[in-house]
């Protein structure tokens, strides 16, 4: 399956923290990347590979695996954490082809 | 550092051919082991990759759009172009351009679009 789930929302209190998950049969052979969009903005890279943080994002950014679920942890989070977020990896065609989960609004109470 | 800026018309008829160029400044097209990919998101919708392309001339496409897509390069002038034939109203959508990298690591496939182009609205409308 080239399918990615993830929940359409989800709420944490400002500090607190929050995990939004991702699952796929491809993440058993690929790695997520994790993109955070604000509104009538670009997406931005947070997170890809096992755990890596592009430079410029806060290390309250993180990201993890397991078997098919991957997950995006914000930890402390912030007012300007608000905003969607999309899994994307790669299909299991062998060609590496692009696919992207639904997305997950993030609300900062 | 690198930048990604997309260009061409906003509006496009029914029927006709949608044509997108990506512009990459501050660093070579050809540099380093990367893709260059195109990608839409409908008004209120999520991502939806549409198809890349190495500065060999490779390419990949989403199977759901491949029989109208068609993604080429130009290094001369550091520039990647889209077309998506035989646009319907389901095509209107903001396209964004975005380098696309990927490697093997830690046991599994690790791939990434790092940087994205400002992203430009098409709406298809007669």
């Known amino acids: 399956s080239s399918e990615l789930t993830q929940d359409p929302a989800v709420s944490v209190a400002l500090g607190q923290t929050v995990r939004i998950t991702c699952q796929g049969d491809?993440?058993?052979?690929?790695?997520a990347s994790w993109y955070q969009q604000k509104p009538g903005q670009a997406p931005v890279l947070v997170i890809y590979?096992?755990?890596n943080r592009p430079s410029g994002i806060p290390d309250r950014f993180s990201g993890s695996s397991s078997g098919n679920t991957a997950s995006l942890t914000i930890t402390g989070a912030q007012a300007e954490d608000e905003a969607d977020y999309y899994c994307?990896?790669?299909?299991?065609?062998?060609?590496?082809?692009?696919?992207f989960g639904g997305g997950t609004k993030l609300t900062v109470l | 550092q690198v930048q990604l800026q997309e260009s061409g018309p906003g509006l496009v008829k029914p029927s006709q051919t949608l044509s997108l160029t990506c512009t990459v400044s501050?660093?070579?097209?050809?540099?380093?082991?990367?893709?260059w990919s195109w990608i839409r998101q409908p008004a209120g919708k999520g991502l939806e990759w549409i198809g890349r392309?190495?500065?060999?001339?490779?390419?990949n496409y989403n199977p759901s759009l491949k029989s109208r897509v068609t993604i080429s390069v130009d290094t001369s002038k550091n520039q990647f172009s889209l077309k998506l034939s035989s646009v319907t109203a389901a095509d209107t959508a903001v396209y964004y351009c975005?380098?696309?990298?990927?490697?093997?690591?830690?046991?599994?496939?690790?791939?990434?679009?790092?940087?994205w182009g400002q992203g430009t609205m098409v709406t298809v409308s007669s």
């Open positions: 975005a380098r696309d990298f990927g490697y093997y690591g830690s046991g599994s496939y690790v791939g990434a679009f790092d940087i």
């Open positions: 501050g660093g070579s097209i050809s540099s380093g082991s990367y893709y």
């Open positions: 392309i190495y500065t060999s001339g490779s390419t």
């Open positions: 491809s993440l058993r052979s690929y790695y």
């Open positions: 590979g096992k755990n």
């Open positions: 994307n990896s790669r299909d299991s065609s062998g060609n590496h082809l692009g696919v």
